[in-house]
């Protein structure tokens, strides 16, 4: 159910990029009165799915979906059309348009995705405001993972600060840790306060970790809601239960007790556990996958939270905000993919859904929607042939230059573009499929 959950979630949202990205090319190639003609959602090679003709323009859904596209009369695409530009230009046609008009044209289907992500963004922040944990509620510190010792940072410890960034939420560690070039952190243990070096490889082993993320809260083990085992645990365990041991082993926090039971699938434990302010101590059944059958309390129960709330119009330029950050975020993220470690963790559609979370939640939803609007639109943008951002760094060069670039090498920039696409395409889906096998 998990899966199907998350598949439907990125086939609709897709489906919503998709068709706006499109009907960005699709709006200015109307307005400067260039034929459009093909307008389709997902590919349709050999057969459409479904396809009607209004005007001009066939309007259809394919049966591939790894995009879609506009065909637009008089232009040098993916289509690879190269009869109909045998012949001489039509003034319908987006060749014999100025360049300026041609620049919009390309250039619409990216501008349509960033507006989107700002309008996605708005729309949440109006609605539901923006929910965070302050990093100094996180009383217990935080948990690290086990290459954070190299640097020597121990479970309990608390960031301050990152280099000269002040941390505020626990989201702030890790970002700054891979995208700012940082020296030393800033530590708090008990009631010393001390900087500990950062060695410059060191955004390239958190990239590499294998198991967990790199800092997490350190949380007692409280129990918020049990599930239904047929009498088992379920009949043993309360909301409310504080676990503290397993096995006369103590295990104060979350992270320990997880690690202790991981290690005793299949068997009974002995679990200690305070109820009231009395200590009991209950035969628990651990299973295959290293679980007993409670949710633990989240954080935000435990540590609280801070809530900002936004009216109509404060929210709109919250979420522009909010959209060229996220820009800005992802075109730094952008020199880890070119590194040994950071091209490992590109993937494919398999990593794309596993952004949407296994429950059907519109806040979380329409706030992925809105990153890979984001995403979208920086990745057409790019000068690559075959992408927006190709045409438009011709489109460019003509009007520096003053000519065209010849048909032919439009049609070998293209084919280049598509061959380049199709291998990242078939790499990044490779790694998800390794991922899934073999890790």
Request: charged share 20%; net charge negative; hydrophobic share 45%.
């Amino acid at each position: 159910m998990t899966i199907l959950i998350k598949t439907v979630q990125l086939l609709l949202s897709l489906s919503i990029l998709v068709l706006l990205h499109e009907f960005g090319h699709f709006f200015f190639a109307r307005l400067f009165k260039t034929r459009v003609e093909k307008f389709y959602l997902f590919f349709d090679p050999w057969f459409s799915l479904f396809k009607f003709k209004k005007g001009d323009t066939e309007y259809g859904l394919g049966w591939l979906p790894l995009g879609g596209y506009v065909k637009i009369s008089g232009m040098i695409d993916e289509s690879m059309d190269k009869e109909q530009m045998k012949e001489e230009p039509k003034p319908w046609e987006f060749r014999s348009k100025p360049a300026w008009q041609r620049l919009l044209i390309m250039v619409g289907g990216v501008l349509v995705n960033f507006l989107l992500a700002i309008f996605i963004f708005w729309m949440i922040l109006y609605k539901w405001g923006e929910t965070y944990i302050p990093a100094e509620n996180a009383k217990y510190g935080y948990v690290y993972n086990p290459i954070a010792e190299e640097i020597g940072l121990q479970d309990g410890d608390k960031i301050l600060a990152v280099g000269d960034f002040k941390i505020e939420t626990i989201g702030d560690i890790t970002y700054n840790l891979l995208l700012e070039d940082v020296e030393e952190i800033t530590v708090q243990r008990g009631e010393s306060i001390f900087n500990l070096d950062v060695p410059k490889n060191f955004s390239q082993k958190i990239i590499a970790q294998q198991v967990g993320r790199f800092v997490d809260y350190r949380m007692p083990t409280i129990v918020s809601g049990v599930i239904d085992d047929n009498g088992g645990n379920s009949k043993q365990l309360l909301p409310g239960d504080s676990i503290v041991a397993v096995n006369n082993i103590s295990t104060p926090y979350f992270h320990e007790f997880s690690r202790e039971v991981m290690n005793l699938s299949n068997k009974t434990v002995l679990i200690s556990l305070y109820r009231d302010r009395e200590l009991l101590h209950k035969n628990l059944s651990v299973d295959e996958n290293g679980k007993i059958g409670f949710y633990p309390v989240s954080p935000l129960a435990l540590f609280g939270y801070e809530t900002v709330s936004f009216s109509f119009f404060e929210a709109m330029p919250a979420g522009v905000n909010k959209g060229v950050k996220m820009l800005t975020d992802y075109v730094k993220q952008m020199k880890l993919v070119f590194t040994k470690e950071g091209a490992k963790q590109v993937g494919g559609f398999g990593a794309i859904g596993n952004l949407f979370p296994p429950v059907w939640d519109w806040q979380s939803f329409w706030f992925t929607t809105a990153f890979l609007s984001i995403i979208l639109a920086f990745m057409n943008i790019l000068p690559i042939p075959a992408l927006d951002g190709g045409h438009v760094l011709f489109l460019l060069y003509e009007i520096v230059v003053g000519r065209k670039p010849s048909d032919k090498f439009m049609e070998y920039a293209i084919t280049i573009g598509l061959i380049l696409l199709f291998s990242l395409l078939i790499y990044a889906n490779g790694n998800d499929i390794y991922r899934l096998f073999f890790k």
